[in-house]
């Protein structure tokens, strides 16, 4: 039987086929329904965006893609069914979350509607069949294997993608009009929508990339026509201080008892530090509610809705002060317990419960020492996980961590150079050995060289024949070149290093002696690019293969042997801020359900890690994280497969340069040119530049516009990141999506904006 790749390349595809289904008599209405603010908006100039032919080389490379995100199905499947017929539901659970006007919703939700015309006009004008169907024309369509998941709204043309047009205008309409920290958080809703209908099959990435295009024109048009916006930015309602206070902080170690105190204190402040009026005839309902709840969403659609908060302190929640009323973390001037400190607490937290002494124990020498057993809200946490812990079946804990030394690491281990003999049980019940991890982004692994490539050797170990030869080269990488500064000498922290070397500039006999180290911090740095990039494309390629490098990473099966207490079968999540055991995952072998979880949970990279005293050193590391979405958007960000998607706020020089493209003639055309490829935000902006001193006057207008537009938002971006202060250039890094790869600068970009 003939391979996938033989097959495509046999030009089975039929130029002529097109999307034959029938329309229903609901799309009919929609497509003859009130196109609203929308009805003399230019449709004829978006009939020439012809998508590639189907026997195009470009559209067999996008059937690939959506082959490729297949592996993502099952983690995405939550998210895809629930946008594909509520695409407001995602919105909305972020503005309930995070306090913010819900008129807002309401508002975008019935210019969605408006946009549903014009869209089917456009789908039926292209006719383009969707990829299930495209597949399906081949001959051999066994050996292709294309799936879709079966969604309710994919009956209609594939080009363009209404998903991706109606979630990037609702993310535009409703981020120009919330503070600046939410911004990045919603557009990156809008396109998360987009995105579904890719790893779902039913969209090719075109489909999307165009509904986005035709997105930014709707969005321009609407508010140039009620002069709402003129293509600019708006920051109404920016505060530049600490964000404000969010449902979800009221919940998050002692800051329940301390809110409550101080309205009750009349202290409560705002973000600018000014005493809030309380409505003390209705605070006590409020009060009340809140003190009966465990969770915030027990409250937030009831008593704590947007309304009756309003009600209360005369502004949402978001407005109230979280630095300026210490509701931001532990007491201020203290660290908080690192993962050991919690193992002693959990166990103390235990002895309590049952009423036994632990005066003198290792785990009471540890935390007494520290203090951290006078702290209310650490002692109430013990108990509270100690609690659930025995729900979770896992009574009379040991600590038996990195404290309480080493495990002894098998032969085959020793062979392959790996010594570190730290174990993967945290904690012991009886039979259940226990890998302990702190909610929010814990580490399954954070290995040398060495360590690394047993693990990569173990995991191919247990795959057996069907181990990826992918796995081998990646070994064959570790093992050839350079991932730690021991060959130039250089103890301490690559920071420190930075720092010396940019000292150094323009002293000859300093610089001399820190070129070894500069060099080699050069080598070591594209090293670990590569390594990152070859194992998260492997991870990527072999999801079989990654759950058998994370069983590995978490339990240390071949590391010490099945029978070893420091091989650990469990692993628990827990959030001390709740006092909850939050994941509780069995790891008896490579086939438990729990391991195909956690695999979807865990991204992988390599980045440097020093003590201080001795040479730095590229670990490989992996994280786990909240959702399986995020570690796709770190996979997409590493292989270049989009746009980079960074937690926290995504605002991006790329993503001003898209938006700015999107919004005007010229710039979907240059976009339409290269829809597949990724562009270069820098090659685009000289693009532009020429275009304004190059090209009649008409035009050139179009693109003195745009221009200007790009201006002001970086200018307004600029002004933000500014008063970052020690976070400034972290947030510029980010901004320009700039990894370091280098300890010095070559070339030169071109300047920004000259007159």
């Known amino acids: 039987m003939k391979r996938f790749n033989e097959i495509l390349n046999e030009n089975k595809f039929t130029d002529s086929l097109g999307h034959d289904m029938p329309m229903s008599p609901k799309r009919k209405k929609q497509l003859e329904s009130d196109r609203g603010p929308f009805k003399d908006f230019p449709v004829q100039l978006w009939l020439d965006y012809t998508p590639y032919r189907n026997s195009s080389e470009e559209t067999k490379r996008e059937l690939r893609v959506l082959q490729s995100y297949e592996v993502y199905r099952k983690s995405s499947k939550e998210f895809m069914e629930l946008v594909d017929t509520r695409i407001m539901k995602p919105f909305k659970k972020y503005f309930r979350e995070n306090n913010l006007d819900m008129k807002l919703i309401n508002e975008v939700s019935k210019l969605k509607d408006n946009l549903n015309p014009i869209v089917l006009q456009l789908k039926v004008h292209y006719n383009r069949p969707r990829p299930a169907k495209l597949a399906r024309s081949l001959v051999f369509h066994q050996e292709l294997n294309f799936t879709v998941h079966p969604l309710k709204t994919a009956e209609t043309p594939a080009y363009p993608s209404g998903h991706a047009t109606e979630g990037r205008f609702i993310s535009l309409y409703l981020a120009d009009r919330v503070p600046f920290e939410h911004k990045g958080n919603i557009r990156k809703i809008g396109d998360d929508i987009g995105h579904s209908r890719q790893i779902g099959g039913v969209h090719y990435p075109t489909d999307t990339e165009f509904g986005h295009q035709l997105a930014g024109a709707l969005y321009n048009y609407y508010n140039n026509e009620t002069g709402l916006v003129k293509e600019k930015l708006h920051f109404s309602g920016l505060s530049l201080t600490e964000a404000g206070l969010k449902g979800l902080d009221l919940f998050k170690r002692d800051n329940k008892e301390k809110f409550i105190k101080l309205v009750d204190d009349g202290e409560l402040k705002d ?376 937690e926290g706020t995504h605002l991006t020089f790329k993503g001003i340069m898209d938006e700015a493209l999107t919004m005007n003639e010229y710039g979907r055309k240059m976009l339409h040119e290269n829809t597949i490829e990724q562009l270069d935000e820098f090659a685009l902006l000289d693009k532009i530049k020429k275009g304004v001193s190059n090209i009649d006057k008409k035009i050139r207008n179009k693109f003195i516009q745009m221009w200007n537009w790009i201006k002001e938002k970086v200018n307004m971006a600029f002004e933000w990141i500014k008063k970052q202060g020690e976070k400034m250039l972290g947030m510029l890094m980010r901004f320009f999506g700039i990894e370091v790869t280098d300890s010095g600068l070559r070339g030169r970009g071109p300047e920004l904006f000259t007159q």
């Open 271 to 646: 973000e600018q530090g000014k005493k809030i009026k309380i409505n003390k005839d209705l605070w006590p309902e409020l009060k009340k509610s809140l003190q009966g709840a465990e969770d915030w969403n027990e409250i937030s659609k009831t008593s704590f809705s947007t309304k009756n908060v309003q009600s209360v302190f005369g502004m949402a929640l978001s407005k109230v002060g979280k630095g300026v009323n210490d509701l931001s973390g532990g007491k201020q001037g203290k660290k908080d317990p690192t993962g050991e400190d919690w193992e002693a607490m959990i166990v103390l937290g235990q002895k309590e419960e049952d009423g036994e002494d632990f005066d003198g124990t290792d785990e009471w020498n540890r935390i007494k020492k520290k203090g951290y057993w006078d702290d209310d809200f650490n002692r109430n946490a013990s108990i509270k996980l100690a609690k659930s812990f025995n729900a979770n079946g896992l009574r009379k804990l040991e600590q038996t961590g990195s404290g309480k030394g080493g495990g002894t690491v098998s032969k085959v281990w020793k062979e392959w150079g790996a010594k570190n003999a730290t174990p993967k049980t945290d904690l012991k019940s009886g039979k259940k050995y226990v890998s302990l991890k702190k909610i929010g982004g814990s580490q399954v692994m954070s290995a040398k060289k060495e360590e690394g490539i047993a693990t990569f050797k173990a995991a191919s170990m247990t795959m057996g024949k069907k181990a990826p030869n992918e796995a081998k080269k990646i070994v064959e990488f570790m093992q050839k070149n350079t991932l730690d500064l021991s060959g130039s000498g250089y103890k301490g922290s690559v920071e420190k290093l930075e720092k010396d070397l940019e000292s150094s500039k323009g002293n000859p006999q300093a610089m001399k002696k820190l070129k070894p180290f500069q060099d080699e911090l050069k080598t070591v740095r594209k090293n670990g690019q590569v390594l990152t990039k070859d194992m998260v494309s492997l991870f990527q390629s072999n999801p079989t293969f990654k759950k058998h490098f994370v069983f590995e990473a978490a339990t240390g099966s071949i590391k010490f042997g099945d029978k070893s207490p420091s091989r650990a079968n469990i692993m628990v999540e827990f959030d001390p801020d709740k006092g909850k055991v939050t994941g509780n995952y069995s790891l008896a072998s490579v086939n438990e359900g729990d391991v195909q979880k956690l695999s979807d949970l865990y991204k992988f990279y390599a980045s440097f890690k020093s003590s201080g005293s001795s040479s730095p050193y590229m670990a490989l590391r992996g994280n786990i994280v909240d959702a399986p979405a995020k570690v796709f958007a770190h996979t997409k960000k590493i292989l270049n497969m989009g746009e980079s998607v960074e």
